[in-house]
């Protein structure tokens, strides 16, 4: 059987050379099916060296050529990973994809095929390197076009690439916080939003977030976000509460100071219910922002007495 399907793959990679655009497009609609049917046969297309000519179709102008190059990769994806990453030119062919898909279908497949890429601790570097991919990912929660389902899977693709903490800056300058909030304030959609801030709660964790932070007053939105009268999600206000966190912790000293000021009643309201209520994580993370607001309120207070009394 095995032989069988071996023979099969071989002659659809070796269509995938041929100069008529229809016996490629047909070669390529083949292995699209049966990278998804047929678990087996993904490392037998790797094995075929098939993966740098599907590649070069993600190049293509031609709708269907694109579309079903882009769904065999995310196929590929489930199981060869080591197979795609390792494959000259994949990861530019996805970036080109992202940033210029002949369809929302294509965009959607190259957002996810990185994404899954992703999940692979070690690739996070190395994907990250690559500005291009990050800046079309941004540009897709950008745009006023984009569906639903590509913008999904490219913020899960961001908050993989932010996983790893030396891709962060380099987020935040390709435009990333500005993209991030704008989302949140025009879909409202409670799983973007979600997706949105848990984007938004890595890429604080680096210094170079706080400038981006202020100049789209993304503070205000994050302790907007944590008042119980907006209704809010446990997982929105658990994101925002690590945001915060995040922002305490590697903005330094001012930074410190300036978000702890600026912590209202509803905000430390919407903090607390996140300690009593939400998930282990959110609680412990909740619990160590309460104290560190705690901690610095108690020194201003200290020192307020100490200036009164001498």
């Known amino acids: 059987m095995e032989v069988v399907k071996r023979r099969t793959v071989k002659t659809l990679v070796t269509k995938l050379s041929s100069v ?5 497009t047909e070669a390529l609609c083949e292995l699209r099916l049966l990278s998804k049917n047929d678990p087996e046969s993904r490392s037998l297309i790797a094995e075929a060296n098939a993966i740098p000519l599907i590649a070069e179709a993600l190049y293509s102008t031609v709708v269907i050529l694109q579309e079903n190059a882009t769904a065999t990769i995310l196929n590929l994806s489930i199981s060869s990973k080591e197979d795609l990453i390792a494959s000259h030119g994949v990861l530019d062919a996805l970036s080109h994809a992202v940033r210029n898909p002949a369809s929302p279908f294509v965009a959607q497949c ?38 639903a389902r590509s ?8 908050f993989a690439i932010a996983l790893y903490p030396l891709n ?22 409670v799983g ?11 890429v604080a964790g680096c210094e170079e977030s706080w400038e981006a932070f202020k100049k789209v007053s993304g503070l205000e939105v994050l302790m907007d976000l944590l008042d119980n009268s907006t209704g809010s999600s446990y997982r929105t206000k658990e994101n925002s509460v690590s945001a915060l966190l995040n922002l305490v912790l590697c903005g330094g000293e001012e930074v410190s100071k300036f978000v702890c000021g600026k912590m209202e009643e509803r905000v430390l309201d919407g903090i607390i219910d996140v300690s009593q209520n939400g998930s282990d994580k959110g609680k412990n993370k909740a619990i160590e922002l309460l104290k560190i607001v705690n901690a610095r309120n108690a020194r201003l207070e200290s020192l ?7």
């Not at 899954?116 to 540009?139: A, C, N, Q, Y």
């Not at 962060?168 to 879909?187: N, T, Y």
């Not at 307020?304 to 001498?310: A, D, G, N, T, Y």
């Open 151 to 158: 913008i999904k899977d490219s913020l899960s693709a961001l």
């Open 110 to 147: 190259a957002a996810a095929t990185i994404f899954s890429l992703l999940t692979m601790e070690s690739f996070r570097p190395i994907i990250g390197h690559k500005r291009d991919i990050i800046f079309g990912l941004v540009e897709i929660i950008r745009s006023p076009g984009s569906v």
């Open 168 to 189: 962060r800056a380099q987020m935040v300058e390709l435009g990333a916080v500005h993209a991030l909030f704008s989302l949140i304030l025009k879909d409202g959609r």
């Open 192 to 202: 973007l939003v979600e997706d949105a801030t848990a984007v938004i709660a890595q």
């Open 20 to 24: 008529s655009e229809q016996t490629r």
């Open 304 to 310: 307020s007495l100490s200036s009164h009394s001498s």
